[in-house]
């Protein structure tokens, strides 16, 4: 009689296993797919339906970004996320560069803060022209789905090198916050190559070695025309910047350091951005398979940057990195200078 009840029992509180751990499943699923799901209320109601038909399927999966994004990064549950506060904001913080600086993961990692939202896309507003042409309105309609009390950070890392740019921004706002973020200037050079190089490949065209365009075969001199060393020239593209900005508005990343050691470059920039610090150590944590940190915004939600961040570069001549080291150094030490932070490169 006892072994009976004591086998109901158990059959018992296996079915009810079951349904828990079935909830749990479906629960998790549900969380997953939340970008998939309808908004809340219909996203007519929220802009009076005044949109063309062309115009409303890209608002409406931003508008559900907007509440992804806030569910995922725990400031509300789906029922909580107070829909009609939601606003497009123009940025109050721009990532302006560097290419192959280590800027999407800034962008990714900062996205972390509860009160930052990032725009996903680069958006190259003041870059293009004919971007440009289309007017502010249209760059903010850009702009993810925030509360009023959060920041939107963009990042487009050709603002940095590109002449108007500067003009442009301090025309939208002339105390705007603005990061950049550097590379040891040779490994970022070798880097761009390595992003180019990857897409020659991809279109099945040959492409010339990193020694090559790196250094001018007719004088052995480092070829300053060659696109990937102008870029990381970096005090000549930050003294366009300054005839806008004052120093104070620019805040440096150190973005080898970002790789090894994410937490205290994050920590300096919450600063920066006034914000209370909220990024922790729980937040990032390192993947030896992708030899990396990866992000983790909760127990549920975590990520890696994608497979093209991370290139394994090719080898160069050991003699040619001398070289461009030793032309990049009194840039660096003026870049220093300027910036008041020493970044020790060789
Ligand atoms: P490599 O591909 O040369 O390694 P950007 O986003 O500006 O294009 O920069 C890309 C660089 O970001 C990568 O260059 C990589 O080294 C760096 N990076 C920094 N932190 C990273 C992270 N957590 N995951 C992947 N790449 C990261």
Request: hydrophobic fraction near 35%.
């Amino acid at each position: 009689m006892l072994f009976k009840q004591q086998v109901w029992l158990r059959q018992k509180l296996l079915v009810l296993g079951s349904l828990a751990l079935g909830s749990l499943l479906y629960l998790v699923a549900r969380v997953g797919s939340l970008d998939r799901l309808q908004p809340i209320c219909p996203v007519e109601s929220r802009f009076g339906g005044t949109h063309s038909q062309a115009e409303f399927p890209l608002r409406a999966l931003q508008f559900k970004r907007g509440l992804l994004h806030e569910f995922r990064k725990g400031n509300s549950s789906k029922e909580q996320v107070r829909l009609h506060d939601l606003v497009q904001q123009l940025p109050k913080a721009i990532i302006i560069g560097v290419r192959k600086g280590g800027t999407r993961a800034l962008l990714e990692m900062l996205n972390l803060h509860p009160a930052v939202v990032k725009a996903s896309q680069e958006i190259h507003f003041f870059d293009n022209d004919e971007n440009y042409a289309k007017g502010i309105e249209w760059y903010r309609k850009k702009m993810p789905f925030s509360y009023p009390q959060q920041i939107t950070i963009e990042k487009s890392p050709a603002y940095f090198i590109t002449e108007e740019v500067p003009e442009r921004i301090y025309k939208m706002n002339s105390s705007i916050k603005l990061l950049i973020i550097v590379r040891e200037p040779t490994t970022r050079a070798i880097s761009d190559y390595t992003q180019v190089l990857e897409g020659k490949e991809r279109k099945n065209k040959t492409y010339y070695k990193f020694e090559k365009l790196a250094i001018d075969p007719n004088t052995c001199e480092v070829n300053t025309k060659y696109k990937a060393v102008r870029t990381s020239i970096y005090t000549k593209h930050l003294e366009r910047w300054l005839k806008y900005f004052p120093i104070e508005q620019f805040h440096i990343v150190d973005g080898d350091r970002l790789i090894t050691e994410p937490l205290p470059e994050l920590q300096l920039v919450e600063k920066f951005l006034n914000l209370p610090p909220r990024i922790s150590q729980y937040n990032l944590y390192f993947n030896a398979t992708r030899g990396f940190y990866c992000l983790r915004f909760n127990i549920i939600f975590n990520k890696c940057l994608a497979g093209s961040k991370g290139r394994i570069h090719p080898e160069v001549d050991p003699s040619v990195i001398t070289k461009l080291r030793k032309f990049f150094h009194p840039f660096n030490q003026k870049f220093y200078q300027i910036t008041g932070r020493t970044l020790n490169w060789p």
